[in-house]
T-cell receptor
Framework: AQSVTQLDSHVSVSEGTPVLLRCNYS??????LFWYVQHPNKGLQLLLK??????LVKGINGFEAEFKKSETSFHLTKPSAHMSDAAEYFC????????????FGSGTRLSIRP | GAVVSQHPSWVICKSGTSVKIECRSL??????MFWYRQFPKQSLMLMAT?????????EQGVEKDKFLINHASLTLSTLTVTSAHPEDSSFYIC??????????????????FGEGSRLTVL
């Protein structure tokens, strides 16, 4: 069985400081992992994905995430937050053997202080 | 790149009327589409899986007769909220899976999302 846990429902950082959004997963099979961003009243946009290649994945807008199998984590980071990064972020896990099972995390709301 | 277009973005209707939401895949074919409902400050809740040419698969607790899904072509799925009531007010989002392989049959787990539809029932 798969599951995904986003450890923080809300994260607030100052503009220009690092961002860390935490995600832990559980999967019986080799997972594919994704981070999506959702701005208010919009659909979701893919930030980055891990599908068994390099464990450090770089995405759009300066975000990156590292797949750590030993810690079952896939935390999202960005060195320097920008005001436009304020949004809802979802960590998603999918079993590579059966991509019809796609599990969403509960989401983390990122706020950026000026 | 692949895009999913969802329409309308906003809809306001009177209680008891029906509302149709369209989800189109642009530049690619989608034999499967997913419909989600999202309450304020919550994650996406999968309502149903729309299958081209066959019946949709509904998640437990989702009323089939209330939320009618039709997937008549490889690029269009529709969700009709029948006899809408205020409790049906929500944000509805569709998505289509990114596929790979020669026949485009292998799901990758990645999803392309529509822009969402905000339904308000008065």
């Amino acid at each position: 069985a798969q599951s995904v846990t986003q450890l923080d429902s809300h994260v607030s950082v100052s503009e220009g400081t690092p961002v860390l959004l935490r995600c832990n997963y559980s999967s019986s099979y080799s997972p594919s992992l994704f981070w999506y961003v959702q701005h208010p009243n919009k659909g979701l946009q893919l930030l980055l994905k891990y599908t068994s290649a390099a464990t450090l994945v770089k995405g759009i807008n300066g975000f990156e995430a590292e797949f750590k199998k030993s810690e079952t984590s896939f935390h999202l980071t960005k060195p320097s937050a920008h005001m436009s990064d304020a949004a809802e972020y979802f960590c998603v896990v999918s079993e590579r053997s059966s991509a019809s099972k796609i599990i969403f995390g509960s989401g983390t709301r990122l706020s950026i202080r000026p | 790149g692949a895009v999913v277009s969802q329409h309308p973005s906003w809809v306001i209707c009177k209680s008891g009327t029906s509302v149709k939401i369209e989800c189109r895949s642009l530049d690619f074919q989608a034999t499967t589409m997913f419909w989600y409902r999202q309450f304020p400050k919550q994650s996406l809740m999968l309502m149903a899986t729309s299958n081209e040419g066959s019946k949709a698969t509904y998640e437990q607790g989702v009323e089939k007769d209330k939320f009618l899904i039709n997937h008549a072509s490889l690029t269009l799925s529709t969700l009709t909220v029948t006899s809408a009531h205020p409790e049906d007010s929500s944000f509805y989002i569709c998505s289509a899976p990114k596929t790979s392989g020669r026949a485009g049959l292998a799901n990758t787990g990645e999803l392309f999302f529509g822009e969402g539809s905000r339904l308000t029932v008065l």
